[in-house]
């Protein structure tokens, strides 16, 4: 009887705060490895917004002029304007990635190991969240400073205000992503999800254009944009980026994570989500 109660399984319960920080570095340090060995991930999100930063900005400064809105109080340059939608495009395409990640270490087997674990389910979750969204503050940083060199400079304090904006907006994504990663059977279909999930959330935002033009041009587009939660994660950090805080756009934001988040965690628990029903009708 000894022996037996000696080999038992730990409770849940029974984990102390220092046993779930040991596992959430352990995640953390895994998702930093897997960055650090994927050096062309690091250049293709960089690569990608300068491009639009670089190109496409240049070509539209003079055709597409942004009048004075808040936050800004003086007329500003076009790439000015679309560096916080920029911004968010790095969180979006990260939090894609992640969401990749997950499919394959689905077809590899590794998620099932880490699923198996005896921490909650939706500690496993958020820290692997956790650790995608720090990749992708890095990558925003990364891409701020080089567009830095560009001429595109937010106030100093800036950069240290937006990161709690960032921070709700990469795990706002990342949720969203992690979602996702659920509906995908096969890792040939995540590009599908790209096309029908990363570009028109992108697109059919603020990120590229004001609301106010937007509202000019179509009424209907518009009102899609409003109900867009990339919008309001753009315009987080937009505000961010000069000490204010938009607070419709923080609501939407909280909002739109708890959601995404609630919604991983049911479809990643094995008695209710949609993961392990696909793959035991797989193996049918």
Same mark, same amino acid.
């Given at each position: ?38 050096? $062309? ?14 190109? +496409? ?13 808040? /936050? ?10 679309? !560096? ?22 689905? $077809? ?47 106030? /100093?304090?800036?950069?240290?205000? !937006? ?24 890792? $040939? ?13 992108? +697109? ?11 509202? $000019? ?39 739109? !994570? ?11 628990? /094995? ?14």
């Amino acid at each position: 009887m000894t022996d037996i109660a000696s080999h038992a399984p730990i409770g849940r319960s029974r984990f102390s705060l220092m046993n779930y920080l040991v596992c959430l570095k352990g995640i953390l340090i895994r998702e930093g490895l897997r960055y650090l060995n994927q050096r $062309e991930r690091f250049i293709s999100s960089l690569v990608r917004p300068l491009l639009w930063l670089f190109i +496409f900005a240049a070509g539209f400064r003079q055709v597409l002029g942004v009048s004075i809105i808040p /936050p800004y109080q003086t007329y500003v340059l076009y790439e000015v304007y679309i !560096t916080p939608g920029l911004c968010g495009m790095i969180l979006l395409f990260s939090g894609m990635q992640s969401s990749l990640s997950m499919v394959y270490d689905r $077809e590899m087997g590794n998620m099932r190991t880490l699923l198996v674990s005896p921490f909650p389910r939706w500690f496993l979750l958020v820290s692997k969240l956790l650790a995608g969204v720090a990749v992708s503050i890095i990558q925003v940083y990364a891409f701020l400073f080089i567009a830095w060199f560009w001429g595109v400079k937010a106030p /100093p304090s800036g950069y240290l205000l !937006t990161l709690p904006a960032l921070f709700l907006s990469g795990m706002m994504l990342g949720a969203l992503g992690m979602l996702l990663s659920s509906l995908i059977k096969q890792l $040939e279909n995540f590009a599908g999800i790209m096309n029908f999930v990363i570009f028109p959330m992108y +697109f059919a935002s603020s990120a590229l254009y004001p609301l106010w033009r937007v509202q $000019e041009a179509s009424p209907l587009l518009y009102k899609i944009c409003l109900l867009n939660p990339f919008t309001y994660a753009v315009e987080l950090v937009r505000f961010a980026f000069y000490g204010q805080i938009e607070w419709t756009s923080l609501a939407v934001v909280c909002g739109f !994570t708890i959601v995404f988040i609630a919604g991983a965690i049911i479809a990643y628990d /094995p008695s209710r989500g949609l993961v392990i029903k696909k793959q035991e009708g797989g193996n049918n």
